[in-house]
């Protein structure tokens, strides 16, 4: 028989097309595996869970170490985000650990054994943060600013230097371990690394050389990068803003140049007593000599002087005047009313920065109030008063001998020592930090006012005629 050549069917032809083009599909996908720079990562998948992720780290090593345990420190918040807040010390249990520091509100006991449920820490990362010692912006002594590279600020102090000095050492070296990148991936580096990495794991396709467009995200690594709890791209937008800003911040006229120029006015009201003697040359406050020697000439014998509320409407008129530095007539009949002139005096004192009495005097003049024998409860009185600033010390001399010549005419204006030092108690001292009763601190305030009245020719000598 005659041999019949083998037939080729089409279909065999292009099954062996077909499979050609999967084996080359597969080289191609082993070749792109390939390019992965750390395989270890991808025999460990990451976590979807959110709590696996708040004990652990993506590569499974344990959490952030003690580095400093708990102690009370006093704590005050003065910035969020770049925005100023109003200073409030408390005291707070502080933890220094690898990468933040926690603020704890309950005691010691809870803290260390964690019996209390959600009694969650606030943290700060220390990531990029700036520790320092400052003295402007607290009258406090031993005091270390930390600011955060999201703009948060904080204070942080202890009566002890060495017990703070600890700490800022502690605090310091550790946020230059993570900016530095010691001891491990810092500052989400490690987040930018995987998410990179995972952006490799595409699909073989037509034309595997044609590089994909860098603006396209998938889905799956946006909510990667938002489970690792770190953005690349959000970070980068603030760092950027936030150098653009300071940028802008420097490159403005400085306050002192604004000044000079005319187009800023310092103010009176809310000024730093010893910065305003400091600019007008003199030891007490020219606004306080006018209101003084105007309530003379004409208020001795008003009724309820100091006791009376003057317009509110018109005590602000008057203050806006003395901020803006015009020539200022007391006796002008605008001012007719003598108790608008006694309220813009009591508003002056009430918004000093710090009171006539000083904060850091505040505990030694209660001690000193407290104290039963009377003559050594004036020389005590008349001890701290002769260390006050050269300012507080000639305006309290000045002022507490107009208030003695208020009260030689009680017998008109009917004001009495008490009602005066009730007026003037909470307006000339307060403490710093409010703690305790209030009550008890504004008994304390009145009978200070009160024996200082009392004993005025002791404390401040004789009147010069």
């Not at 005291?91 to 650990?97: D, I």
């Not at 000095?165 to 690394?193: E, F, P, T, V, Y």
């Amino acid at each position: 028989m005659q041999k019949q050549p083998a037939m080729v069917l089409p279909g065999a032809v292009q099954l062996r097309i077909k499979n050609s083009q999967s084996s080359t599909g597969e080289r191609l996908s082993q070749t792109k595996s390939m390019v992965l720079p750390e395989p270890d990562t991808l025999q460990k998948p990451i976590s979807r869970h959110r709590r696996n992720q708040s004990q652990h780290n993506v590569d499974g090593s344990v959490g952030p170490q003690t580095i400093l345990k708990g102690e009370y420190l006093n704590k005050a918040k003065i910035a969020e985000g770049g925005k100023k807040l109003r200073k409030n010390w408390t005291s707070t249990w502080v933890v220094l650990c690898s990468n933040q520091l926690l603020f704890y509100k309950e005691s010691k006991q809870e803290v260390v054994a964690n019996l209390k449920p959600g009694g969650k820490p606030d943290g700060v990362d220390l990531c990029g943060a700036v520790i320092e010692w400052t003295t402007e912006k607290s009258s406090r002594k031993n005091v270390i600013q930390i600011t955060t590279s999201n703009g948060h600020e904080f204070l942080l102090q202890a009566d002890h230097f060495p017990t703070i000095s600890k700490w800022h050492d502690a605090i310091k070296k550790a946020a230059d371990s993570l900016s530095s990148g010691a001891g491990g991936q810092s500052c989400g580096r490690a987040a930018l690394h995987r998410s990179n990495s995972i952006e490799c794991l595409s699909r073989p396709t037509c034309e595997p050389t044609k590089p994909k467009p860098k603006e396209t995200k998938s889905e799956h690594r946006r909510s990667i990068m938002f489970k690792l709890n770190y953005s690349a791209s959000d970070s980068a937008d603030k760092n950027g803003v936030k150098n653009r800003l300071k940028k802008f911040i420097s490159r403005r006229p400085s306050m002192k140049t604004l000044q000079e120029k005319g187009l800023i006015k310092d103010r009176v009201f809310g000024c730093h007593m010893l910065t305003l003697c400091e600019r007008e040359k003199t030891t007490v406050p020219k606004f306080v000599k006018l209101c003084v020697e105007e309530v003379e000439k004409r208020g001795l014998e008003a009724d309820g002087i100091y006791r009376v509320s003057g317009n509110l409407a018109i005590i602000q008129k008057l203050r806006f005047l003395v901020d803006q530095e015009e020539e200022l007539d007391l006796g002008d009949s605008q001012w007719e009313d003598i108790h608008v002139i006694t309220g813009a005096l009591k508003m002056f004192f009430r918004e000093l920065p710090e009171p006539l009495f000083p904060f850091r005097f505040f505990d030694l003049f209660v001690e000193a109030i407290k104290i039963r024998e009377p003559t050594q409860k004036i020389q005590a009185f008349k001890k701290l008063i002769h260390q006050l600033p050269k300012p507080n010390h000639n305006t309290m001399k000045l002022l507490f001998q107009h208030l003695r010549r208020v009260l030689m005419n009680s017998k008109k204006n009917l004001m009495s020592t008490q009602g005066i030092s009730i007026v003037f108690g909470p307006t000339l001292m307060w403490p710093e930090l409010e703690s305790g009763n209030m009550e008890v601190n504004m008994v304390f305030q009145n009978q200070i006012v009160e024996s200082i009245l009392i004993e005025c020719v002791e404390i401040f000598g004789p009147e010069a005629m």
